[in-house]
């Protein structure tokens, strides 16, 4: 009786752990704080031929502010062992996913050997809902 107990145990405990468990795609607010893994970053554009064996973007994070402005947080990572310069900017774009002019300055980002750094860009105007992020190594 006791091995009959300890697997409806272990079946009680399997379905509590299932039960709350949701995807973000299920979420009401599809750009509050959604998150998104090296999976889901085809928002993240590499501009040159050698930047995917040397950066590599490691998560995504949309937040909408009060304003209305998209915020955009971009985990870049160096996966050489040296020290690299990338630049990075944004385009934001409209819900149809055209850009409206409104596109970041360049930032300057130092990455030390196999670490990740993140960088934050915020929308000019309550327009945008889509975006792309560009990066590209300075030589």
Do not use: W
């Not at 409104?102 to 000019?124: A, C, H, M, W, Y």
């Amino acid at each position: 009786m006791k091995p009959h107990c300890n697997a409806l145990l272990c079946l009680g405990l399997t379905a509590a752990f299932f039960t709350g468990c949701r995807t973000t795609s299920e979420s009401a607010e599809p750009f509050d704080s959604t998150k998104y893994t090296i999976e889901s970053t085809d928002k993240f554009v590499l501009l040159d031929q050698t930047s995917p064996v040397t950066v590599s973007c490691t998560g995504l994070q949309e937040h909408i502010l009060p304003d209305g402005r998209l915020q955009v947080s971009a985990n870049v990572k160096n996966r050489e062992h040296r020290f690299i310069k990338v630049q990075v900017n944004c385009v934001f774009k409209d819900e149809q996913g055209v850009s409206r002019g409104d596109e970041t300055p360049v930032k300057s980002l130092g990455i030390g050997e196999n670490s990740t750094e993140s960088v934050t860009f915020t929308s000019i105007n309550n327009l945008a809902r889509k975006y792309t992020i560009r990066v590209r190594e300075v030589r």
